[in-house]
């Protein structure tokens, strides 16, 4: 039971990640907004996501993975609600903050209860794995659903989410309680987390369309400078610090954290641009944009069970480097393709950027919850998650922002795809020499 509820909480949070992104033309032609707005309606949820998963590890420690878990979807549910009905783009906004939050105590949560479940390393990583298998499916399911759903409105890829949790919490009155601890909050830690992270993709997003310049923009990057420093005095010098810094004493897992971060803002950046070039350069339809993603979705859902085989023959740290080349592959041929290239071919180079990227998750999962004491699983759950989910939320900030400052979109689509591309072969390179060192 544990196994299940872990995997349909990380689906139904990354089901919402990729739903959303085909309706946001609908969207905009109802509520209004610009390029900006759209980001907002993205990185609203994986802002809240990123800034709380350090908060949700401290939860699930303290208060038993279970209780935080059932806490956490009973949230996000409440702003999928908010979402379906918001009349104005502010409350959509606002909703999907809510939603965010929800899904910061559900992730490493989920995580959580599986450490407890599985002792033994192997079934650990197996059981990771199909807990990536979750959040694969809604990947593969989220782009086309959301197409199908957009056809009778775009409220409905909010209001699916409900009979979604409403079965996860079913399932998880079912899992045995879990243990607490006595653990304290680190509110200093926290508030400077959000505010650094909150202030830093303002300061992306809306200096694409205000400028970099521009007096909010500037008071931005300085409120994330302050945060930040503040957030790393509070960890280090702090009685009970929310990501305490020994964690990254460990090379793997330090060039962990840094893999996921990359690795998920290339993911939810290519599929936030391509929704918009498919639909708004080359006037295809939202149905026909989900269909277009299936190539890359499917094969993700229907390989990620291999993932493990190959961790257990090549090793954790030679998948998570094939991945990272795959995707890196992917993301510079993307960015080589011609203006009239056939939409075929475009959807058919976004299969390696995901294929590449389901191969980094569980092994990076696995080597960073092997590498930390079962009683801080939650903590370090909570600082894997947030890596990525930073890396979502300021993939989709920065990838945005690069097409609002270029002159055309094509220009701002290849230097994306092309920089993150060589970032990639450059972490691959550096996780090699991690391998040797091992």
């Known amino acids: 039971m544990s196994l299940a509820v872990a995997m349909l909480g990380f689906f139904v949070v990354a089901l919402d990640a990729q739903i959303v992104n085909v309706a946001l033309p609908h969207i905009r032609g109802e509520l209004g907004g610009g390029l900006s707005g759209l980001q907002w309606i993205v990185t609203g949820y994986t802002l809240m996501f990123s800034a709380l998963q350090l908060f949700g590890g401290t939860i699930s420690d303290r208060i038993g993975a279970r209780r935080a878990y059932g806490i956490g979807m009973v949230v996000f549910v409440i702003g999928s609600a908010a979402c379906g009905a918001a009349p104005s783009l502010g409350i959509l906004t606002a909703g999907r903050v809510v939603q965010g939050i929800g899904a910061a105590m559900i992730t490493p949560t989920s995580l959580a209860l599986i450490r407890e479940a599985f002792h033994d390393a192997v079934q650990r990583g197996r059981a990771i794995t199909y807990w ?12 086309v659903l959301g197409g199908v759903l957009t056809q009778f409105g775009w409220r409905w890829i909010f209001f699916v989410n409900l009979p979604v949790g409403a079965v996860a919490l079913l399932v998880l009155a079912r899992v045995a309680p879990s243990a607490c601890s006595v653990i304290r909050f680190d509110w200093t830690g926290q508030i400077a987390a959000i505010a650094a992270l909150g202030g830093l993709t303002f300061g992306i997003i809306e200096g694409g369309s205000l400028g970099y310049t521009a007096p909010q923009v500037l008071a931005a990057f300085v409120q994330a400078m302050l945060g930040a420093v503040v957030f790393l005095i509070a960890q280090a010098r702090g009685r ?37 070039y498919f639909q708004e350069q080359r006037s295809v339809s939202s149905l026909l944009t989900g269909l277009l993603f299936l190539p890359m979705t499917g094969l993700v859902a ?7 085989r190959a961790m257990e023959r090549m090793g954790k740290i030679a998948t998570t480097i094939g991945g990272m080349v795959l995707m890196a592959l992917g993301l510079i041929a993307l960015s080589l393709l011609p203006v009239d290239a056939p939409i075929v071919v475009s959807a058919l180079l976004m299969v390696p950027v995901g294929l590449g990227g389901s191969f980094t998750v569980p092994p990076l999962t696995a080597l960073i919850l092997d590498h930390i004491p079962a009683e801080r699983a939650g903590t370090a759950s909570g600082v894997l998650n947030t890596a990525r989910q930073m890396g979502g939320s300021l993939g989709i900030a920065i990838f945005g922002a690069v097409l609002a400052v270029q002159p055309a979109f094509h220009a701002g689509l290849r230097t994306d795809y092309l920089v993150t591309g060589v970032v990639l072969i450059v972490l691959a390179g550096a996780t090699l020499r991690l391998r040797k060192t091992a």
Do not use: C, E, K
């Open 302 to 308: 229907l390989l990620n069970p291999f993932v493990a």
């Open 132 to 143: 990536a298998l979750g959040g694969s499916v809604a990947a593969a399911a989220g782009p």
């Open 240 to 276: 009970h610090p929310m990501m305490p810094l020994d964690l990254f004493r460990s090379g793997t897992v330090s060039t962990g954290l840094g893999i996921a971060f990359v690795t998920m803002a290339a993911f939810y950046g290519v599929v936030f641009v391509q929704s918009l």
